[in-house]
């Protein structure tokens, strides 16, 4: 398993270039492998994403999935598909990550389809006090997809003990 990375993030069809080159800055600063599943809502050479991403991309260790079920194969038994949702998953703050766990992050505008949801090995949500209700009224729908990407490669990195 030594070759297995630590962890690393997934983008499931991402739509929004500088999310893309913000999560890709949080790549590089954590130094956490990034894959990015087709198909993309922009080019990954896009101006506004390389614009978000600064000159970090050569510290970027970046693969490119064709779709979701050439992604799969591409997971080692031992790896743990994580989906994070802002519903319906077990919470970041009582959660316990593993060496070589997989953090997939689903589109800014739909979030993880439910084919993709239940070929995950677990849902994980960042509690949030000012939530919205179910029918989205009342407080907050979701985090930005760069913001929740960070906080959750942060608290299992640092679980981790990778910094």
Known sequence: M??????RIVLFEPQIPPNTGNIARTSAAFQVPLTLIEPLGFK???RSVRRA?????????????????????????EQR????????????????FRHGDVLLFGR?????????REACDTILTIPMPGAANDAGQGGVRSLNLSVACALVTYVAGQQ????
């Open 2 to 7: 030594s070759d297995v990375a630590p962890l």
């Open 44 to 46: 990954v050479d896009d």
């Open 53 to 77: 991403g600064l000159d970090y991309w050569p510290h970027v260790e970046l693969s490119i999935a064709p779709d979701f079920p050439e992604f799969q194969k591409d997971l080692r038994p």
């Open 81 to 96: 598909l994580i989906g994070c949702s802002r519903r319906g998953g077990a919470s970041l703050s009582s959660f316990e």
């Open 108 to 116: 800014e505008d739909t979030g993880l389809p439910e084919p993709v």
């Open 160 to 163: 981790l003990r990778l910094w």
